[in-house]
């Protein structure tokens, strides 16, 4: 039985490149840049790539770009592209939780949470970070972004306590406060036209949690900041008003 991500991202390579919060890549990939140093030696692991917008953007710039995803329609999607640009990248089809590169990449990067919080349990998902720091050279740089628990674990208790005050009944949270995973329904129209209704379970983290798992693998330094459509930089705090994390760790 596949599993709602698995589901979602069949048949989804066209809506996938209308959403949103795909347009912000040319910003995200100049930060990219900027934090290799513009180096274009630098070889680049793109995690849970989809239809490969970073891995092409990067690969447009000079460099040596390598992509992996779960879903063959996205990866279709990313080597149609990287064709009409004339740019050879090598896409493979994989398990972000359990592939083997080799320890050769300078950067490894993981936009938009790739494989990253999706996955059913807290070892898979570490798994994800696990396999990511195998595959970074020992000066290697690991970017990405997830889920802001301070943004739920913020509002949640706001209106928990803003009900409290007016008298009013706590109505039900589909965000789990032991857990830190939300649970929600999800209805979107494939590349067909058929319409899917997912139920969808993702996992928020803690940006202490985040600092620890880094150091548990081996990172020398951690820094976390707030993640923008666009507009990555070193410049933006993390609030609990903030979705996303950006995440960028060092070897």
Known sequence: M???YE???TDYAETYEKES???GTTGEVDFLEKEVGRDKTVRILDIGCGTGR????LAK???NVTGIDLSESQLKKAREKAAQSGLKIDFIRGNARDFSVGR???LAIMICEGAFSLMETDEMNYKILECASRSLKKNGK????CLNALFPLFHSVKDFLNAH???EPIQGNTFDLMTFRNSSRLTVKDDKGAEKTLSCNERYFAPSEIAWHMRSLGFAKTDIYSCRLGAFSREHPLTPDDYEMLVIAEK
């Open 2 to 4: 596949k599993q709602w």
């Open 7 to 9: 589901e979602l991202f």
């Open 21 to 23: 919060f795909t347009q």
């Open 54 to 57: 970073h891995s092409v953007e």
């Open 61 to 63: 710039r000079g460099y």
């Open 104 to 106: 050769e990449f300078g």
């Open 142 to 145: 690991f970017i990405f972004s």
């Open 165 to 167: 005050a007016r008298g």
